[in-house]
């Protein structure tokens, strides 16, 4: 099985920065794209940034020139760096990665982690 785990989440100001970070474990033979998304109460999940495998980078509109999406991939880890934070971005932020096993090597598997909360509020 593959764990994603979430770290970074908290309470920032309007304005402040925050860096979260995701560290897949588990039977991994190799990792494809991960990414960022996040749900916000009564609204629908939906993508934050992605990364390829080779370092390609993808963000939604609302957060270019604002966040930036980076992977230490012999960590297995992808991380988020968030500045100039604004309430609208106040989210369960979820990591995800596209992982082919140990024993499914021909096959990629969506996986995801729990989700961490990021509140901006003052």
């Known amino acids: 099985q593959v764990q994603l785990v979430e770290s970074g989440g908290g309470l920032v100001q309007p304005g402040g920065s925050l860096r979260l970070s995701c560290a897949a474990s588990g039977s991994i033979f190799r990792i494809n794209a991960m990414g960022w998304y996040r749900q916000a109460p009564g609204k629908e999940r939906e993508l934050v940034a992605a990364?390829?495998?080779?370092?390609?980078?993808n963000y939604a509109d609302s957060v270019k020139g604002r966040f930036t999406i980076s992977r230490d991939s012999a960590k297995k880890e992808v991380y988020l760096e968030m500045n100039s934070l604004k309430p609208e971005d106040t989210a369960v932020y979820y990591c995800?990665?596209?992982?082919?096993?140990?024993?499914?090597?021909?096959?990629?598997?969506?996986?995801w982690g729990q989700g961490t909360q990021v509140t901006v509020s003052s």
């Open positions: 995800n990665a596209g992982v082919f096993t140990t024993t499914l090597r021909w096959r990629e598997d969506n996986y």
């Open positions: 990364i390829t495998s080779s370092g390609s980078t």
